[in-house]
């Protein structure tokens, strides 16, 4: 079946500071990996968008400079907060998408800043 | 541009009665519809989804039905148990893009 994993599940970092976390798609061919964060008390917010092969579309209030994303290939995307601060934190989810229906999301990784 | 409109904020019901959180949609697309279940401190696990209109779609007590000529997508349950308590999100798809969620309805479930 198709599954997605997602590295580190928990981290915390100190404010000012950077953490990378990585998705993994097991059973299936991640053509596109969507990046969202659940802030709390909040819904999923869309921070970018990634297709193989393409140029990764950032949501508005999301850019590049703060949230580098890699995908270089069908099975694997990471996604960086650059000097995170208190309001970077929550729950950042990875759904990987194979064609055009349904999105698999991992886990997610919890994301704490002190 | 496409949206997702739940039932707002926070649904209490007494164990054993009925449950409907209701899901309206926008969309210039043909769509995929989600519900997703959203335990404390777990990440969102998919429910049920449909891109078939009028086709009931069940899945662990819960269903749904997609009326596309009214763009919605509520979730039943005919008996309500204390286990269904959890963050309950409708989100749609729609062709070459992502996943657009709403704003999630909490549901309890109270004795």
């Known amino acids: 079946g198709a599954l997605v994993y997602q590295y580190p599940r928990r981290t915390i970092c100190k404010s000012g500071t950077s953490m990378r976390m990585e998705c993994q798609a097991v059973g299936f061919q991640a053509t596109s990996v969507a990046w969202y964060r659940q802030s709390p008390q909040k819904t999923f917010e869309l921070i970018a968008l990634?297709?193989?092969?393409?140029?990764?579309?950032?949501e508005q209030n999301f850019t590049q400079e703060k949230f580098p994303i890699s995908h270089p290939n069908l099975s694997f995307s990471s996604m960086t907060v650059l000097n995170a601060y208190l309001e970077d934190r929550g729950l950042y989810l990875c759904g990987a998408r194979e064609g055009k229906d349904t999105q698999y999301f991992g886990p997610g990784t919890r994301l704490l800043v002190l | 541009g496409d949206s997702v409109t739940q039932t707002e904020g926070l649904v209490t019901l007494t164990e054993g009665l009925p449950v409907m959180l209701n899901c309206t949609y926008q969309?210039?697309?043909?769509?995929?519809l989600f519900w997703y279940v959203q335990h404390l401190n777990e990440a969102p696990k998919l429910l049920l989804k449909?891109?078939?209109?009028?086709k009931r779609t069940e899945h662990q007590g819960f269903h749904a039905t997609l009326h596309k000529s009214s763009s919605s997508f509520h979730l039943q349950k005919s008996s309500a148990q204390l286990s269904d308590s959890a963050l309950y999100y409708c989100?749609?798809?729609?062709?070459?893009?992502?996943?657009?969620f709403g704003t999630g309805t909490k549901l309890q479930v109270v004795p």
């Open positions: 990634s297709t193989v092969n393409s140029a990764i579309k950032y």
């Open positions: 969309t210039a697309y043909s769509t995929f």
């Open positions: 449909s891109s078939t209109d009028n």
């Open positions: 989100a749609l798809i729609n062709s070459g893009t992502y996943q657009r």
